[in-house]
């Protein structure tokens, strides 16, 4: 069965300091991989994606991710955070040949940046 | 600009009184999508469509009807909701089936059923 396991419900770092949130998964086959951002009374927005090939994927906002098959896992990362990343974070996965297209979600982590 | 848009963004609700909430898209997408989502759990899919005509059971799909009448329209009913269907909801669209871009979402629709 595919699943998403987010291990931290909240994280929380001081601004300036990088910050990584955790991220692995289960699913048959390569997998696609995604990180989305919800903002108080939004929905949720896309941040980036593994689809292939490099492992280090970078995405909006200054956000990156590393995927690593062996350990299942996708962690998303900032070098240097700031106030306004506060914010639930999404990890989301879907396998390549699964035909429904059905993102399966973890369960999400609070970011809580301090001034 | 390209956009998801669900209606109500709120609302309270009673036992039993039937209820649609509206989703439109307009970036011709064939794949759309509703999901609930409930603190702790993440988010989880109620009713998914492929394109016009063509919609199937996600996670959750008891108490919830959809409908897929047209490309852009893709309304999600609870025919008599019940207070365990309190939640946020979201509507979602995408391309197509082969498609690995990301889901676009709308912002959201709290529902509460007292």
């Known amino acids: 069965a595919q699943s998403v396991a987010q291990p931290e419900d909240q994280v929380n770092v001081a601004e300036g300091n990088p910050l990584t949130v955790k991220c692995t998964y289960s699913?048959?086959?390569?997998?696609?991989l995604f990180w989305y951002v919800q903002y108080p009374n939004r929905g949720l927005q896309f941040l980036l994606k593994?689809?292939?090939?490099?492992?280090l994927v970078k995405g909006s906002y200054g956000f990156e991710a590393e995927f690593n098959k062996s350990q299942t896992s996708f962690h998303l990362k900032k070098p240097s955070a700031l106030v306004s990343d506060s914010a639930l974070y999404f990890c989301?996965?879907?396998?390549?040949?699964?035909?429904?297209?059905?993102?399966?979600f973890g369960s999400g982590t609070r970011l809580l940046v301090r001034p | 600009e390209a956009q998801v848009t669900q209606n109500p963004r709120y609302l309270i609700t009673v036992t039993g009184k039937k209820l649609t909430v509206t989703c439109s898209q307009n970036?011709?997408?064939?794949?759309m999508s509703w999901y609930r989502q409930d603190p702790g759990l993440g988010l989880r899919q109620i009713y998914y469509s492929m394109n016009v005509e063509v919609t199937d059971k996600g996670d959750v799909p008891e108490g919830y009807k959809v409908s897929r009448k047209e490309k852009r329209n893709f309304p999600l009913i609870l025919e008599s909701p019940s207070p365990n269907q309190t939640s946020l909801y979201f509507c979602?669209?995408?391309?197509?089936?082969?498609?690995?871009?990301?889901?676009?979402f709308g912002d959201g629709t709290r529902l509460s059923i007292l």
């Open positions: 593994y689809i292939t090939g490099d492992n």
């Open positions: 970036m011709n997408h064939e794949y």
């Open positions: 989301a996965v879907r396998g390549q040949m699964d035909s429904s297209y059905k993102l399966i």
């Open positions: 699913v048959s086959g390569n997998p696609y």
């Open positions: 979602a669209s995408n391309q197509g089936l082969y498609s690995n871009q990301p889901q676009h």
